[in-house]
């Protein structure tokens, strides 16, 4: 199983950027499939971000235009590029993936607020 390690969070006023940071240990992390979610206070962990081994990436509705995730294999590593944040971003954020989907770092917090 692949090992995930996020970081980069923080606490970030209304409008402003952060990036995320997912390091991956695997030597097949280039074949897999990665993915951003987040679970907001009292909420349910929800699909933020994702891309294909092949750079294809979807994004949830309520980040399209804001956040953007990307890969470099290279590195064993994927990022989520978060511009214009609301308060209503505020959630841990866990990196995903693995041949299964079952790989997921511990998270880290990203809060919105001024």
């Known amino acids: 199983q692949e090992q995930l390690v996020e970081s980069g969070g923080g606490l970030v006023q209304p409008g402003g950027s952060l990036r995320l940071s997912c390091a991956a240990s695997?030597?097949?992390?280039?074949?897999?499939?990665m993915a951003w979610y987040r679970q907001a206070p009292g909420g349910q962990r929800e699909l933020v971000a994702q891309?294909?081994?092949?750079?294809?990436?979807k994004y949830a509705d309520s980040v399209k235009g804001r956040f953007t995730i990307s890969r470099d294999n290279a590195k064993k590593a994927v990022y989520l590029q978060m511009s214009s944040l609301k308060p209503e971003d505020t959630a841990v954020y866990y990196c995903?993936?693995?041949?299964?989907?079952?790989?997921w770092g511990q998270g880290t917090r990203v809060t919105v607020s001024s």
């Open positions: 995903n993936g693995g041949l299964f989907g079952d790989a």
């Open positions: 695997g030597s097949m992390f280039s074949i897999y499939a």
């Open positions: 891309i294909t081994s092949g750079g294809s990436t």
